[in-house]
């Protein structure tokens, strides 16, 4: 594959594998106590994308350091949420993400935990 690094300002990466092109734009969420990893999106980016593949790394503190997972979801999974109205239409598209008992909620009431390192989903 051959990586293009910020070719768009909305995008963090872009590829091109087998004559499929892609993009990927990475989200950092970081963990506060008793609140959800939260990250955006901007509707005018989204609005106007190809397939682009959205990485929220979520940060987590441990004993020893940060511990990284990654709910990587693709914007046709972005555009299904929004048409179910489980992501809000605007010009900030939220993904707030909680974890109960072992499993990642998107918006406290769809379970996303299929998404958690998914990086076979991006090949």
Request: aromatic share 12%.
């Amino acid at each position: 594959p051959r990586w293009i690094h910020k070719m768009n300002p909305s995008r963090d990466l872009c590829n091109r594998a087998e004559e499929k092109y892609f993009h990927i734009q990475v989200k950092t969420a970081n963990f506060f106590a008793d609140k959800p990893f939260q990250a955006t999106i901007s509707e005018n980016a989204f609005r106007h994308s190809t397939t682009v593949f959205y990485i929220v790394v979520l940060r987590a503190p441990t004993p020893i350091g940060f511990v990284n997972k990654y709910a990587i979801f693709p914007s046709s999974d972005i555009r299904r949420l929004i048409t179910q109205g489980i992501l809000k239409d605007a010009k900030t598209i939220s993904l707030r993400i909680s974890i109960e008992n072992q499993k990642y909620y998107l918006n406290g009431s769809v379970d996303v935990s299929h998404h958690i390192n998914d990086w076979e989903s991006i090949c």
